[in-house]
């Protein structure tokens, strides 16, 4: 039977779906489904309250604590910035009747890790947060993605919010992945192959069969990082990955509802025959462990690869970019990057301190001694309770490195949790910009097990050399 509708992608059903009106300047009012805030959304409650305003949908308006929460008892006393912010947040939620997850919920935790889990990330929703990782969600086949303080408001007033419909663009991604390797080398690979604005303007679906290779935590670190490739949102089709992960979950619908909402889900897929703007296709057999050289993730390379020499390099921008970034990296042209020797680690942050990241880092550290110093922060509670009851706290603390509470910590440094001055990192992180970790700091965004192979070896080096049969 010939199909009535044309081709669609699932960024154009998904847009569909939440379109309300579009202005003749192209302009189309969503409605959103889910709006998270945190700390930071201070400026957005003082809009309301400057105007007199009231939530549109305080049932739709989750709160988190993340950004600012201490990870350890002693910068909790010290650090009374933070602990002011956090109070702002809950005294907002309280006034507003939003349901916050504060410092000391359970189910507290990075908004990116903990509100998957609690089952608030759902397929088909659209979802805001003010914060760019919000690409996260997209992981579940939601059109997720972050905004600024005054979208905030906006949300916050009308639950809705002005977009202009993105371009599409497929990145396939086909073969089995070699042993060792997983979605932060994959994403990696894409953005040095890319660059850092190769994907500006367009919201992005991955696609393949190493894609669906994945699990739901090595899917939300993929899409995590597909705003430093430039996207304005990153996604997966929903699959049966994705509706396993989501059963049973707190606020997931469940049974005949479930099944109903599957059945609505299954369509979301892109038509076989729908067209994307652009179309980037890798061969994931030929994807290594990766790591970053310089100060933006799109200067990134293999392990067994080198810095590269700005001398040769034919595009003078970037050659100018690197020339500054091996500068304050203090790097050399040519030099290995296996022998870059590193002065501490950090495993953590929204990219990557779900338990499947904890585990891969512990396979790593198990019966060794870290050579420097660092620390390991995981997601949310119900990921520090989890890695504690399967005793990786104790691998990592064995091997030298701290344990400590969830929260954004040693990725912003928002909490206290900093890299110092001159210091360099080998980090789980999403961002490697100047001072990212701490004025003057230098970070190497890697895998986690990338990061444990680092701490154990004292420089980088492949995790693979490392890794037990």
């Not at 440094?413 to 001159?422: E, F, H, R, S, Y």
């Not at 910009?433 to 003057?440: A, E």
């Not at 190497?444 to 890794?467: F, I, K, T, Y």
């Amino acid at each position: 039977m010939a199909r009535s509708q044309p081709a669609m992608t699932i960024i154009d059903k998904l847009w569909d779906a939440h379109a309300i009106t579009t202005r003749e300047d192209g302009q189309t009012l969503l409605f959103i489904d889910r709006h998270i805030v945190h700390e930071g959304s201070f400026h957005a409650f003082n809009q309301l309250r400057t105007r007199g305003a009231t939530l549109a949908r305080p049932d739709l308006t989750f709160g988190i604590a993340d950004h600012y929460v201490p990870t350890r008892p002693a910068s909790s006393a010290a650090n009374t910035e933070a602990a002011g912010m956090i109070e702002q947040l809950e005294r907002n939620a309280h006034e507003h009747g939003i349901l916050s997850f504060g410092q000391f919920d359970q189910r507290q935790g990075i908004v990116h890790v903990a509100i998957p889990e609690q089952g608030l990330t759902l397929p088909g929703l659209s979802i805001v947060c003010g914060d760019s990782h919000t690409s996260t969600h997209g992981a579940f086949g939601a059109y997720a993605f972050g905004i600024g303080a005054s979208e905030v408001a906006h949300v916050l007033m009308t639950q809705t919010l002005w977009q202009k419909r993105p371009k599409r663009m497929r990145i396939v991604v086909d073969g089995q992945l070699p042993a060792g390797t997983g979605a932060k080398d994959i994403a990696l690979t894409i953005i040095a192959r890319i660059g850092a604005d190769g994907a500006q303007g367009h919201a992005i679906e991955y696609a393949g069969n190493a894609i669906a290779a994945l699990s739901m935590e090595g899917r939300m670190t993929l899409c995590n990082l597909s705003i430093e490739a430039g996207g304005r949102l990153g996604l997966i089709a929903p699959d049966q990955t994705t509706f396993d992960y989501v059963r049973g979950r707190p606020f997931a619908p469940r049974g005949d509802d479930l099944a109903r909402a599957i059945e609505d889900w299954r369509l979301l897929a892109s038509d076989a025959d729908a067209a994307f703007d652009r179309e980037v296709v890798l061969d994931g057999r030929e994807i290594a462990p990766v790591v970053t050289w310089g100060t933006s993730p799109e200067q990134a390379a293999p392990i067994d690869g080198s810095v590269p020499d700005p001398a040769r390099m034919g595009d003078e921008h970037k050659a100018q970019a690197a020339r500054e970034a091996i500068g304050y990296m203090d790097l050399r042209p040519g030099q290995a990057l296996n022998e870059i020797q590193i002065d501490r680690v950090f495993i953590g942050s929204c990219t990557n301190s779900r338990i499947e990241d904890l585990r891969a880092a512990a396979a790593i550290l198990t019966g060794r001694r870290s050579r420097v110093p660092g620390l390991v922060s995981p997601g949310s509670s119900a990921v520090k309770q989890q890695a504690e009851q399967e005793g990786l706290d104790r691998i990592f603390r064995d091997a030298g490195l701290e344990w400590v509470a969830s929260g954004c910590s040693m990725c912003v440094g928002m909490n206290g949790d900093t890299v110092p001055a001159g210091e360099r990192c080998a980090s789980t992180t999403n961002r490697n910009f100047r001072g990212r970790q701490g004025r003057g700091s230098r970070t190497h965004l890697m895998s986690p097990a990338m990061v444990a192979a680092a701490a154990v070896a004292g420089h980088l080096v492949d995790s693979r050399l490392l890794a037990r049969e």
